[in-house]
């Protein structure tokens, strides 16, 4: 299954190692017949709570954007989570996966199944982030950590409120709480 990789949006500086996990990944997803979609536009960024994202544009084409913070470090665990990212990313490609719903964590398991290095679960489970941030919070309902290394509006308005800030919590409205808002407390 042929690919179309679009990297123009990529520095030369992430360029060369990206287009080298994303054609492994690729690989990986033909090989399980994972009905990825075929016309895919990569991106890099640089943000505390998010190792990737996948936005769908239509039914043949989405946008992926990867966290540079897996360039940073060179260790062999970090490359496997960035492959793991990447895989996980083009799993929401898959019709019926923009979720991580019973459709989304079946092609997870085949992953996890076929691969036993990559570890793909719901959510990137990596202390990559935490290693340089300064701000950590705490979603009292789930758990989740969002993590900081500058004073944005965010960080300032969870500070100066002594930590009754809230964030939409996905647990939280399935289990029936007013639009899913719980409360963030500082963690570090």
Request: charged content about 30%; some cysteine; glycine content about 4%.
């Amino acid at each position: 299954m042929e690919h179309t990789n679009n990297f123009d949006h990529i520095s030369d500086k992430y360029i060369d190692e990206l287009k080298y996990y994303v054609k492994e990944a690729d690989q990986i997803c033909d090989e399980l017949k994972m009905p990825v979609m075929k016309d895919i536009t990569w991106y890099t960024y640089r943000k505390r709570s998010e190792y990737g994202c996948c936005h769908r544009i239509d039914d043949k084409k989405a946008n992926i954007t990867i966290n540079t913070v897996y360039f940073k470090y060179h260790d062999q665990r970090t490359k496997e989570y960035l492959l793991s990212t990447i895989i996980h990313e083009l799993i929401h490609t898959i019709k019926g996966c923009n979720n991580h719903g019973d459709q989304f964590m079946k092609y997870v398991n085949l992953v996890n199944d076929h691969y036993k290095n990559l570890h793909l679960a719901k959510k990137n489970g990596s202390k990559i982030l935490q290693k340089d941030a300064k701000y950590i919070f705490k979603c009292q309902n789930c758990g989740q950590l969002f993590y900081y290394d500058r004073k944005c509006q965010f960080v300032i308005d969870v500070l100066e409120n002594n930590g009754d800030n809230v964030h939409i919590c996905s647990d939280a409205a399935r289990y029936g709480q007013p639009w899913g808002l719980v409360l963030v407390e500082r963690f570090r």
